[in-house]
């Protein structure tokens, strides 16, 4: 408990439990899925560039592996708790679960602050970081991914290092790389690809047109921008975006190109000619059809969940939402695209990435485009069938699917005990 209130893996645990109720598992079976499977945790020294020498902790954990390898980011950043690591990779369990990919959830980090480090530190910290932790990684155990504050050149990096340490090309174990040493066509903007499909599902199972709809976005960021993009090329009419440093907003949609240039000049979206400067909190209350939060978690709670007037809210972040405000929108008529499906674009083409490397492939974007497609809306409508028919909304409709998928592997493996 933090304040009175539950932490984020009490609260990931609590809607474990409750799912595991509704699905009648048995106990032992839930106790397996509350526990991650292995948690590394490691200290090692790195070189600074005036020549001292720092020790760094990080960690690797790994929910469960019982559908396939574990896939998870690796996050860089100061404030990382090993509770985080274990909630996050919990999440990546279901989220692989839910749109049905192959692999099981993982999470690491390491505590530093990148942003006081130079590259060659980073480098240097990256590549003994994955030797500490290569006793569990593999393309068959385990494959990291960018997360907050690595990116590309840091799972390169990743690649090489393990690579040199088996003595051979291992591009497969890690995705998200530079497509030149085999990242995959089309993964830059998949998380918002996805955002935006179940979008659409989600307009046309509540009977109103995508095209012409108003989209207020939080987060001009990787996703956020690129959900913007989508969207207005699809032929919604996004009204409003933000960033950290505020938002802006015009009724008669958005110049996306101004916004990006304005962003691209002054690092922030505030102040593009033409449109009104509003706060963070203006753009959660505007009256629009599709909200999408995509900045940081815990946007909404139960302080401005009433101000909500969207229709349809899409949750490209992680757990924008808290949970009683979740339930409150629920109530509302307001329909929520949970995270765990909303946003699993990225780790889907992350899954096509490994699958092309294993194989050699390479697939052209319009292939991998059309491969996220099918799974995104397959996996929208399962987790939509089961809420309708259970009455239960769509944040618990994806868990009981998740979790349901992952105890079915688990009793069909047996549970080896010596
Ligand atoms: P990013 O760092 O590229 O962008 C984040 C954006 O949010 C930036 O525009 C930043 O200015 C803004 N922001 C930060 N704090 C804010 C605040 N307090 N108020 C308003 N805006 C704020 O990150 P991203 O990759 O676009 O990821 C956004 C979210 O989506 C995160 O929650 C991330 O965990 C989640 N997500 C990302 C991916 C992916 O593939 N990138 C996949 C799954 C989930």
């Known amino acids: 408990m933090l304040d009175g209130k539950p932490s984020k893996l009490e609260s990931a645990l609590k809607d474990l439990d409750e799912v595991s109720k509704i699905l009648d598992l048995p106990e032992d079976i839930t106790n397996i899925l509350r526990a991650p499977r292995r948690i590394?945790?490691?200290?090692?020294?790195?070189?600074?560039?005036?020549?001292?020498?720092?020790?760094?902790?990080?960690?690797?954990?790994?929910?469960?592996?019982?559908?396939?390898?574990?896939?998870?980011?690796?996050?860089?950043?100061?404030?990382?708790?090993?509770?985080?690591?274990?909630?996050?990779?919990?999440?990546?369990?279901?989220?692989?679960?839910?749109?049905?990919?192959?692999?099981?959830?993982?999470?690491?980090?390491?505590?530093?602050?990148?942003?006081?480090?130079?590259?060659?530190?980073?480098?240097?910290?990256?590549?003994?970081?994955?030797?500490?932790?290569?006793?569990?990684?593999?393309?068959?155990?385990?494959?990291?991914?960018?997360?907050?504050?690595?990116?590309?050149?840091?799972?390169?990096?990743?690649?090489d290092t393990y690579s040199m340490n088996v003595g051979y090309s291992v591009p497969?174990?890690?995705?998200?790389?530079?497509?030149?040493?085999?990242?995959?066509?089309?993964?830059?903007?998949?998380?918002?690809?996805?955002?935006?499909?179940?979008?659409?599902?989600?307009?046309?199972?509540?009977?109103?047109?995508?095209?012409?709809?108003?989209?207020?976005?939080?987060?001009?960021?990787?996703?956020?921008?690129?959900?913007?993009?989508?969207?207005?090329?699809?032929?919604?009419?996004?009204?409003?975006?933000?960033?950290?440093?505020?938002?802006?907003?015009?009724?008669?949609?958005?110049?996306?190109?101004?916004?990006?240039?304005?962003?691209?000049?002054?690092?922030?979206?505030?102040?593009?000619?033409?449109?009104?400067?509003i706060s963070n909190e203006e753009l959660l209350s505007l009256d629009v059809d599709i909200l999408v939060p995509a900045a940081m978690g815990g946007a909404i709670t139960m302080e401005n969940v009433e101000n909500i007037k969207a229709k349809i809210l899409a949750e490209a972040a992680n757990a924008p939402v808290t949970h009683d405000a979740e339930r409150r929108l629920f109530e509302k008529g307001v329909f929520v695209i949970p995270d765990i499906l909303c946003n699993a674009g990225g780790v889907t083409v992350s899954y096509f990435e490994w699958i092309q490397n294993i194989q050699s492939l390479l697939w052209s974007e319009q292939d991998v485009y059309r491969r996220l497609n099918d799974i995104m809306v397959a996996a929208f409508y399962r987790v939509l069938d089961i809420a309708q028919t259970r009455k239960i909304n769509m944040r618990t409709a994806s868990m009981f699917l998740a979790v349901e998928r992952v105890s079915k592997a688990i009793k069909a493996r047996g549970i080896y005990s010596g």
């Not at 950043?77 to 990779?89: F, G, N, Q, S, Y």
């Not at 933000?242 to 015009?250: E, H, K, L, P, Q």
């Open 172 to 277: 497969e174990v890690v995705t998200g790389k530079p497509t030149d040493i085999g990242g995959s066509e089309g993964r830059f903007d998949a998380t918002a690809r996805g955002v935006v499909t179940t979008i659409e599902e989600a307009c046309r199972t509540s009977g109103f047109k995508f095209e012409g709809a108003t989209v207020a976005i939080q987060g001009a960021g990787n996703v956020g921008s690129n959900v913007a993009k989508l969207a207005s090329d699809r032929g919604a009419k996004v009204v409003a975006v933000s960033d950290v440093m505020g938002g802006i907003y015009d009724p008669d949609g958005l110049n996306l190109w101004a916004v990006a240039a304005r962003a691209m000049k002054t690092g922030s979206v505030t102040g593009t000619p033409g449109c009104d400067n």
């Open 40 to 159: 590394l945790a490691v200290t090692f020294p790195v070189k600074l560039d005036d020549g001292s020498i720092r020790v760094f902790e990080g960690f690797r954990v790994q929910h469960n592996l019982d559908r396939g390898p574990a896939k998870g980011g690796l996050r860089y950043h100061p404030e990382i708790t090993l509770d985080e690591m274990k909630t996050l990779a919990m999440l990546m369990t279901w989220k692989c679960a839910v749109v049905k990919i192959p692999f099981g959830g993982a999470k690491g980090g390491v505590i530093c602050d990148p942003s006081k480090m130079s590259m060659d530190e980073l480098e240097r910290l990256t590549r003994r970081y994955t030797t500490e932790v290569g006793i569990i990684l593999g393309p068959e155990k385990d494959i990291p991914a960018p997360d907050v504050n690595t990116n590309p050149q840091v799972m390169a990096w990743i690649m």
